[in-house]
């Protein structure tokens, strides 16, 4: 027996390995392309890391004329859910991240190294494992759980590390015809590396991310092929990476112990390896100690999280952006138009340690993204979002000539109006511009400095018999209201009030926020004259009207 007749014996079926080398050629690309992979399990979940990395990952291949692929890893059923293929895609295509090969839905793929699902690659894996098994690089493995559960005992016992490796390999010693009867006699079994490194020896790697590392070699015998027939990760990472012409492996640092194994088995199987890029996760502070942000835990955790907030996906884009390289932020204050795909990206310029994710930073971005949405397009937004969460601002919404006004109040100028975070703001931002809320939510009228009856009284009618036209521009509103404020014995510039206290019971300003205050219950709105503009003479005299009848 040799170890041909091995390898013909557990997988009599598998083809050579030179038929998938010739049906997935190397990659024509241009020099520098990178091409990558989102390689989630199908839960139909996505992480806000995991965005991240995507982002990142489209960022650099749309930069480097590469691509980005969307694979599935399936191998470990347990995990699937109905859909689950196709609500990952619909996520990430919110955050307009397309995907360049891969799935497409549940069961339909592009592009050309498919099969893009792991479960439908069990041939593929089969003849590399057989290739291994050829080469006297992987074995059949017998060992029962229990059989498993009694060496890590006495592993334990003995205070050593646990494992299957070196003398605890018991059947990487099994002669080949023992090896032949077993499986003739049908006892099952799995397939194991059967690796040639020594824990005591040191290798030295380069992550793209991590800079200079070094591990000690990986000595275990890992399964490559489970019982079932389908790959572990480990295995199937290598060969699909291998055939799929990835460059770059980029992934979340859980995965960077698994290194010296990964290296090992690119080296043994004669492959050569991608560069391994891992990534920080965002982390959250807790009492005081830094850690993941939990998908069980965190309701921030889920990229569906965003959108029920209604924060804008060019927002959360943005922030993910300023966490993967910091300098970002100052690119993105000078650059406030540009696409995220201008930016130079550095793979070795992002967090080693675990950025804090910070929600206050991410609500502050959303406010300058939104500040340079024109109204057309916070209408839209807007709208969208409270069809779905929020029926009372969708009706309020309705009339979409009237609400593009309200959204166009300073806005589209060189410091728009920065008042809103998240689309769950708007109601709460807009309401005193619609007369129907307003005279429904009104409950009070805070005015500040000129509160006396009678005061407040004066200025508003004078105002409106006066005063108020709605043809004048901004400057000579303005100047009429200085003129009112003489007229009524308050000081018409601050500066002039400040020099003589003891002459004025109040200015100009004052004055002002009477009338802001009559008009929308508010001491603090965007531009008054704006507003006064947006709903016109009739609502503007019906609104002072009222707030005299309350006083
Ligand atoms: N399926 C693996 C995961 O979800 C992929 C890791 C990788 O990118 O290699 O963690």
Redesign the pocket.
């Known amino acids: 027996m040799n170890y041909k007749e091995l390898a013909d014996l557990i997988f009599p079926n598998a083809k050579d390995i030179s038929y998938y080398e010739e049906k997935y050629p190397k990659r024509n690309l241009k020099e520098g392309a990178i091409v990558t992979?989102?390689?989630?399990?199908p839960t139909g979940f996505v992480h806000i890391g995991a965005l991240m990395q995507c982002v990142v990952e489209s960022v650099l291949t749309k930069r480097t004329g590469g691509v980005l692929y969307l694979r599935i890893?399936d191998t470990d059923g347990k995990r699937e859910i109905d859909n689950g293929v196709s609500e990952i895609i619909k996520s990430m295509k919110d955050f307009d991240i397309e995907f360049d090969e891969g799935m497409i839905n549940e069961d339909e793929e592009k592009g050309e190294y498919g099969p893009y699902k792991q479960s439908a690659r069990k041939d593929i894996y089969q003849a590399y494992a057989k290739y291994m098994i050829q080469q006297g690089k992987a074995y059949p493995c017998f060992c029962s759980h229990e059989e498993l559960d009694e060496i890590r005992a006495k592993q334990e016992n003995a205070k050593i590390r646990t494992g299957y490796y070196g003398v605890w390999a018991k059947c990487r010693n099994l002669s080949l015809e023992e090896m032949a009867e077993k499986i003739n006699k049908g006892e099952k079994y799995v397939i194991r590396f059967k690796s040639q490194g020594r824990e005591d020896k040191k290798i030295k790697h380069k992550d793209v991310v991590k800079g200079n590392m070094d591990f000690p070699e990986n000595d275990q015998d890992v399964i490559i092929i489970k019982g079932d027939g389908l790959p572990t990760?480990h295995f199937a990472?290598v060969v699909d990476d291998h055939l799929m012409g990835t460059t770059h492996?980029?992934?979340?640092d859980?995965?960077v112990s698994s290194i010296p194994l990964h290296l090992q088995l690119f080296y043994e199987i004669g492959f050569r390896a991608p560069k391994y890029c891992h990534y920080a996760p965002i982390m959250k502070e807790e009492d005081g100690k830094k850690r993941k942000i939990s998908k069980r835990k965190d309701p921030e955790a889920a990229v569906s999280f965003y959108s029920e907030m209604g924060i804008p996906n060019e927002a959360v884009k943005d922030y993910l952006m300023n966490i993967a390289n910091s300098s970002f932020e100052n690119w993105r204050k000078q650059n406030p138009d540009k696409q995220i795909t201008e930016f130079d990206l550095q793979l070795n310029k992002m967090s080693v340690s675990g950025s804090l994710f910070d929600m206050v930073k991410l609500l502050d971005v959303s406010k300058t993204v939104i500040s340079r949405f024109d109204a057309n397009k916070v209408y839209d937004l807007s709208l969208d979002w409270a069809k779905k969460y929020d029926k009372e601002l969708a009706k309020m919404l309705e009339n979409k000539e009237y609400s593009l006004k309200v959204f166009g109040i300073e806005r589209g100028n060189k410091k728009p109006r920065k008042d809103i975070a998240k689309w769950s703001d708007v109601k709460e931002n807009i309401e005193y511009m619609y007369d129907e809320w307003f005279y429904e939510k009104l409950k009070e009228y805070p005015y500040q400095v000129i509160n006396k009856k009678e005061e407040i009284e004066k200025i508003l009618t004078l105002y409106m018999e006066k005063y108020f036209e709605e043809t004048d521009d901004k400057q000579t509103w303005f100047d009429k209201i200085k003129a009112m404020s003489v007229e009524l014995g308050y000081a018409g510039e601050v500066k002039e009030f400040k020099a003589n206290p003891e002459k004025y019971s109040a200015h100009v300003g004052d004055v002002s926020t009477v009338l802001r205050v009559a008009l929308t219950a508010r001491t603090n709105t965007p531009d008054m004259y704006e507003i006064m503009q947006v709903l016109g003479k009739e609502s503007v005299s019906k609104r002072f009207k009222k707030a005299i009848e309350n006083l």
């Open positions: 992979r989102y390689a989630p399990s890893e990760y990472h492996v980029i992934r979340s859980e995965w």
